[in-house]
Structure formats: structure tokens, C-alpha cells
């Protein structure tokens, strides 16, 4: 089975933009979860969406938002881009929720100027 | 305070020794997964542990839970450069609820 992927692996932004990332999850996988990691607070939850819905949600902005798509993929969406931004945000799957090992993709690194 | 403490935050240790990385909940969990990251990228899954004194051993990798669920324990045999990275535990506390991590573990090997 292929792994849990994301698009792009790359990304620079200006202050102010927006930006959306994406993620497979790995097939037959319907829960996925998104992380922001950053040197300074390690790994943070931002949310997790399940059936195309969204079920838990970290402690972030209204900036930072996602959705579910039929299919499972998963799009998150910052806007008003800040510098703090500057992370990797990492996508994990799992097959169902609760207790379920969840497997991460090799992440975003996105990069706000 | 932290719900999950890991120790040592770095570790240099030379080629063929052994090492323990410590994880410490500040509360009962539910359970507890344990990731390794090669920097910049994704967590790879290593083992999760869900029973009180359960242990699982991967290659010349070991984890191990406690009886009362709030420290597990990572050990690895023998060390080698294939081994440096960020170890990284998840805790699980409610069964139902996203993973909360700890900062990680720096390990570097050295010849």
C-alpha cells in the first residue's frame, strides 16, 4: 500500500498570503489529522477530520482551517499568512478513531517571508 | 507543565552501545506510541503500547510500559548511525483523542 502522502513538500509564502496543503491519506484510512511542528513547541494538533467531518480541533487560530473530502484526501487552508507560521505541518492517518495507530506523511515545509 | 516529558532531550552515544529514552505521562494513558524522524521529515511508526507492563521489541529496538501506564521506556541494543534521529512519543490518553507528543529525544551515533 502506498504510504500517506502530501503536496507540496515545499513552499514559500509572503506575509499576508494564504495557502493550501494537501494530503492522501493511505487507501481505505478515513481518519486524518494534521499537525504543525516547530522547534520551539514541537508537535502541535491542529485538527483531525473523519467521515468528512471535523472531530477534534487544537488550539489554533481561525486562520487555520481544513475539510474532508469524500474520498478521505484532506486539504488544510492558513490565511493571513504570519511569520510565526514557518513550519512543518505533518499529515497522519488512520484507519478509523480512537486508538487507531496513525501513520504520517513526510509533511509540508512551508516557509513564510 | 507538560502531559509528557522526554528524556534526555540529545544523546551522543558511539557505535555498539546501547541507550534508554524515557517518556513520563502526568497522567494514566491510554496508550502510548513511539515514532522515529529523520529531520525535516515524516514520523515513522515504531510501536505502540497499550497494557500495563506490556513490551514489544522491534529489531534491536525495545519499548516497554509501566504497571500504572505513565512511563514507558525505549531502548536500543548495540547502536547504529541507522539509528540517529528524533525519537518522538505520542501519547494517547482517552482512547478517543488526538495524540499529544513529547518534545523528542536527539539521538546521535558516532564510529
Known amino acids: 500500500k502506498a504510504g500517506v502522502t502530501q503536496t507540496p513538500r515545499y513552499l514559500i509564502k509572503t506575509r499576508g498570503q494564504q495557502v493550501t496543503l494537501s494530503c492522501s491519506p493511505i487507501?481505505?484510512?478515513?481518519?486524518v489529522s494534521w499537525y504543525q511542528q516547530t522547534p520551539g513547541q514541537g508537535l502541535q494538533f491542529l485538527f483531525e477530520y473523519f467521515s468528512e467531518t471535523q472531530r477534534n480541533k487544537g488550539n489554533f487560530p481561525g486562520r487555520f482551517s481544513g475539510r474532508q473530502f469524500s474520498n478521505s484526501r484532506s486539504e488544510m487552508n492558513v490565511s493571513t499568512l504570519e511569520l510565526g507560521d514557518s513550519a512543518l505541518y505533518l499529515c497522519a492517518s488512520s484507519q478509523d478513531r480512537g486508538g487507531q495507530t496513525q501513520y504520517f506523511g513526510p509533511g509540508t515545509r512551508l516557509l513564510v517571508l | 507543565s507538560q502531559e509528557l516529558e522526554q528524556s534526555p532531550q540529545s544523546l551522543i552515544v558511539q557505535e555498539g552501545k546501547n541507550l534508554t529514552i524515557n517518556c513520563t505521562s502526568s497522567k494514566t494513558l491510554y496508550g502510548l506510541y513511539w515514532y522515529k524522524q529523520k529531520y525535516g521529515e515524516g514520523l515513522i511508526f515504531l510501536m505502540m503500547?497499550?497494557?500495563?507492563?506490556e513490551e514489544k521489541s522491534h529489531e534491536k529496538i525495545t519499548a516497554k510500559l509501566d504497571e500504572k501506564k505513565q512511563q514507558s521506556s525505549l531502548h536500543i541494543t548495540a547502536s547504529q548511525p541507522s539509528h540517529a534521529g528524533i525519537y518522538l512519543c505520542?501519547?494517547?490518553?482517552?482512547?478517543?483523542?488526538?495524540?499529544?507528543f513529547g518534545k523528542g529525544t536527539r539521538l546521535s551515533v558516532i564510529a
Open positions: 503500547l497499550q497494557k500495563g507492563g
Open positions: 487507501s481505505g484510512h478515513r481518519s
Open positions: 505520542g501519547a494517547d490518553f482517552r482512547g478517543n483523542t488526538p495524540l499529544v
